[in-house]
């Protein structure tokens, strides 16, 4: 078993910053690709962004390329979205995910989830 427990988020107004941060326990955390995704009120929960287990490849949704960044730290047991410019369709709630094995984008490969964090963005 892995625990996600997601922190960070908050409400920012249009072009501010957050920083969430995930920290896993359990089990060996990098042995994980980690994956962050979100849902905003209505729609279907959405790909943001996803690391390898050892940090080499990332990977984003192409609707926040150039804002986000995802890292990890295994000597931490977190996994980091650095988010910039942020816009009030960003709005939504964020959820960590865990996976072992290779990193993938789509939902149903992750094992274990967080509770999430909210982030508003306001205009």
């Known amino acids: 078993q892995v625990q996600l427990v997601e922190s960070g988020g908050g409400l920012v107004q249009a072009g501010g910053s957050l920083r969430l941060s995930c920290a896993a326990s359990?089990?060996?955390?990098?042995?994980?690709?980690m994956g962050w995704f979100r849902q905003a009120p209505g729609k279907e929960r959405e790909f943001v962004a996803a690391i390898a287990w050892r940090g080499g490849s990332t990977y984003l949704a192409d609707s926040v390329k150039g804002r986000f960044t995802i890292s990890r730290d295994n000597g931490k047991n977190t996994v980091y979205l650095q988010m910039n410019s942020l816009k009030p369709e960003d709005t939504a709630v964020y959820y960590c995910?865990?996976?072992?094995?290779?990193?993938?984008?789509?939902?149903?490969?992750?094992?274990?989830w967080g509770q999430g964090t909210q982030v508003t963005v306001s205009s």
């Open positions: 359990g089990r060996t955390f990098s042995n994980y690709a």
């Open positions: 995910a865990a996976r072992g094995g290779m990193v993938f984008t789509t939902e149903g490969a992750y094992e274990y």
